[in-house]
């Protein structure tokens, strides 16, 4: 039996069901975002793509963690 999903990554299954594109496709448009800092980030989802803050600040922090080669 594998252990749960835990972290940023537990979201990700509600995120492309309530959504409908796949994580993927919201870590590219993160990535390709001309802003770099966290917060603003997650503000630009929220405001541009009607992500709820907790679905935004999961996507971000599992993108930038991966870029930073910690995920």
Do not use: C, Q
């Amino acid at each position: 039996m594998s252990e749960p999903v835990k972290g940023p990554a537990s979201y990700f299954p509600s995120i492309e069901k309530k959504y409908g594109r796949p994580v993927a496709e919201w870590k590219d448009l993160i990535r390709s975002s001309p802003l770099s800092k966290h917060m603003e980030l997650v503000s630009w989802l929220k405001a541009e793509h009607g992500l709820g803050h907790g679905h935004a600040n999961a996507l971000v922090a599992h993108t930038l963690a991966e870029d930073a080669g910690r995920a």
